[in-house]
């Protein structure tokens, strides 16, 4: 009654900011993710009869911040009358940072807990309970480049491009390791119900996806590099104009983003993109990796970088 599995984090170049559902977690639009290679959270489960509670431990020290939406997400997969479990995470890389590590933590649990409980399931049934936990999660169950719809009554996710098709790296700047003074999910329900942007959000999506996936089909760096940086900023844009104002970036955050342009304007093949927090990612060409390394790590502000390639789908550790 144990099991472990690994998921990568991934980040959004399309971006969800909103649900329709926010009961069942359901996002109010579609995205295009990269699944990220060298980035992890490792996920043990074991499942105890007769426990009274479930425990989890996050890099060896116990978590009461996350206990909650572990236990939820463990009813959800698992049923009523589930036995209790011990769950223990580990993660190489800042949680709570804007870097995606709810949507690894969760792809992982519930692979693990899957697997713990000996129940069937393909990985699209499974994509949607992790993505019911957190929206993201359900995009790391798949490899490379990825995409999620939205859909009329439960979301689709599927692999667009696999991950050695069109081998894009990724490099980040960490510009604060500290954890967000506000989650995504409270602060797209405030967008939703402030910002008066939202709407207009909400209704352009569906093109900047079209151009997304046409310019992956065709390996289009300089478009999928337009689209990914219009919608990032959009994204954010509506964060700002929400009451009160949600506002993730730091100085660091803006000379990470110079670098990047005048990167470009030197005619690096490179973009940004920026979820929801302070850090900075740069997807560039592989010929490109470090320049864009170099130029980050000399930023003002910038504490780390870490750089990746495009990783798997969450999957088992029979043997840990």
């Not at 504490?303 to 840990?320: C, E, F, T």
């Amino acid at each position: 009654m144990r099991a472990c599995a690994i998921a990568q984090p991934n980040i959004a170049l399309i971006k969800y900011w909103g649900k329709r559902d926010a009961a069942r977690n359901l996002p109010a639009a579609g995205s295009i993710s990269l699944t990220l290679e060298t980035l992890w959270t490792k996920m043990s489960v074991e499942l105890r009869e007769g426990a009274h509670a479930d425990t989890l431990t996050v890099n060896a020290s116990e978590n009461n911040t996350m206990q909650k939406r572990v236990s939820a997400c463990l009813d959800r997969l698992l049923g009523p009358g589930r036995p209790m479990a011990d769950v223990a995470s580990e993660s190489n890389f800042p949680i709570g940072a804007g870097l995606a590590s709810s949507a690894s933590a969760f792809a992982a649990l519930v692979m693990a807990a899957s697997r713990a409980a000996r129940l069937p399931g393909d990985v699209l049934s499974l994509a949607r309970l992790a993505g019911a936990s957190s929206g993201s999660a359900a995009r790391s169950f798949f490899e490379g480049i990825v995409e999620l719809d939205a859909g009329d009554d439960e979301i689709d996710v599927s692999c667009i491009s696999a991950a050695s098709a069109w081998p894009l790296r990724i490099v980040i700047a960490v510009t604060d390791s500290g954890s967000k003074a506000i989650g995504s999910g409270a602060a797209m329900v405030r967008s939703a119900a402030t910002s008066p942007l939202y709407d207009s959000w909400i209704a352009r999506q569906d093109q900047d996806l079209e151009t997304a996936r046409q310019a992956v089909a065709a390996r289009d760096f300089e478009k999928l590099a337009s689209v990914s940086e219009h919608n990032c900023l959009k994204m954010h844009s509506v964060m700002w104009t929400s009451r009160p104002p949600v506002v993730y970036w730091n100085e660091a955050t803006v000379n990470a983003m110079e670098a990047i342009r005048e990167l470009k304007q030197n005619g690096v093949p490179v973009f940004f993109t920026i979820d929801a927090g302070p850090q900075v990612k740069a997807v560039c060409l592989p010929e490109a990796q470090g320049t864009v390394e170099a130029a980050l790590a000399a930023t003002k502000g910038v504490r780390r970088v870490i750089a990746s390639g495009l990783g798997g789908g969450a999957r088992p550790l029979d043997n840990a």
